[in-house]
């Protein structure tokens, strides 16, 4: 579900999902880990910062609070917004895995969880409008 909100679906090469949420990269992470056995040294990680933020600093808040102690950051990417003071604190962690099969993988989930769902939906409207 986080990947269906949060993830890019327009690449197909690639499985991408960016968060300021600390919780949220770590969910994933452990999702793509544990579930999709994804070796640790597969999966990579990039910050998308604000001129004012300090790239080391940001990176130490995203190992610690999210604990991707051991994981590989690429080079993070500055952005100038529209107000030159951050928004985000310690900017926008995003979660990279370059696996075509995978993201394939992932996207048939999301259509047969959906799939699923609007069968459920549809079932539970026939039974109500005929009691």
């Known amino acids: ?12 090469n690639s499985i991408r999902l960016g968060n300021s949420d600390p919780a949220v990269i770590k969910i994933f992470t452990e999702f793509l880990r544990k579930v999709c056995n994804v070796p640790k040294q597969k999966i990579g990680f ?3 910062l604000y001129p004012d933020l300090q790239e080391d600093t ?30 985000l604190g310690y900017g926008v962690c995003t979660v990279v895995v370059g696996n075509t099969y ?15 769902k609007l069968r459920n939906t549809a079932s539970i409207a026939y039974r109500a409008a005929i009691v």
Do not use: P, Q
């Open 1 to 12: 579900m986080l990947y269906w909100g949060e993830g890019e679906k327009r690449n197909r």
């Open 46 to 48: 990039w910050l998308l």
């Open 58 to 87: 940001c990176k130490g808040f995203w190992i610690k609070s999210a604990k991707l102690d051991g994981y590989r950051f690429n080079k993070s990417i500055v952005i100038i917004g529209k107000h030159k003071k951050r928004k």
């Open 102 to 116: 995978l993201k394939v993988k992932i996207l048939e989930w999301m259509n047969l969880f959906s799939a699923s």
